[in-house]
Each structure stands twice: as structure tokens, then as C-alpha cells.
């Protein structure tokens, strides 16, 4: 059974930096992207940032330039760097990941995690 596993949720200070990752757990083929979603108090979910396991990339335009989005495809695992953090940002933070084949399958599904807490504050 596969499992996306998040950390690296907090609390941090405006300005500041946190870094996320999502971990595949499972008897996994491949994935074809992975990425963040994010959802504030009272909103819906919404992009972040994807990456497709030939490394291209997919940003939010509010993260451009102060998020970045990285990828290990031999581990199954997703990074987010966030930089210069906003109280706007707060949100939970949602892995998912997209055609993701598990071992003995000819197809791909898609997977999320649990989530992780972001909160931007002073």
C-alpha cells in the first residue's frame, strides 16, 4: 500500500525559510510528478508547485522566485524550499503524487498525503 509521508512543518517567523519533504512509501514503479498543494483557513486547495520526474517544474506565481521545488526520484521523495516566508502563506501543506505506478501494476494512480502545518507568523 502506498503512503506519502510529510514533514517539515511549523511555525516561522516572516521572512524566514522551512524546508518540506514528502516521502513515497511503497512498492513504487515510478511516479510521473510529484508537487505541493496548500490549503489557508477558509479556502480551497491550491497549486504550489509540481515537478515531473524528468525535472520540470510547475510554480504557483505567488511562491515564484522565493520557492523552490526539487526532486529524488531514486528515493520517491519531494522537496519544498520556501524562502522568504509571508503570513500569507499559511496554510496545511498537501503532497501529491501523480501517476504513480506500484511494482506488478500497468497503470498509475494518483496519492495524497496528510498534510503539514505551515503557519507564517510573529
Known amino acids: 500500500q502506498v503512503q506519502l509521508v510529510e514533514s517539515g512543518g511549523g511555525l516561522v517567523q516572516p521572512g524566514g525559510s522551512l524546508r518540506l519533504s514528502c516521502a513515497a512509501a511503497g512498492s513504487i514503479a515510478s511516479i510521473y510528478s510529484m508537487g505541493w498543494y496548500r490549503q489557508a483557513p477558509g479556502k480551497g486547495r491550491e497549486l504550489v508547485a509540481t515537478?515531473?520526474?524528468?525535472?520540470?517544474?510547475n510554480y504557483a506565481d505567488s511562491v515564484k522566485g522565493r520557492f523552490t521545488i526539487s526532486r529524488d526520484n531514486a528515493k520517491n521523495t519531494v522537496y519544498l524550499q520556501m524562502n522568504t516566508l509571508k503570513p500569507e502563506d499559511t496554510a496545511v501543506y498537501y503532497c501529491?503524487?501523480?501517476?504513480?505506478?506500484?511494482?506488478?501494476?500497468?497503470?498509475?494512480?494518483?496519492?495524497w498525503g496528510k498534510g503539514t502545518l505551515v503557519t507564517v507568523s510573529l
Open positions: 515537478i515531473t520526474s524528468a525535472g520540470s517544474t
Open positions: 501529491k503524487a501523480d501517476g504513480l505506478v506500484e511494482t506488478g501494476r500497468g497503470y498509475g494512480m494518483y496519492y
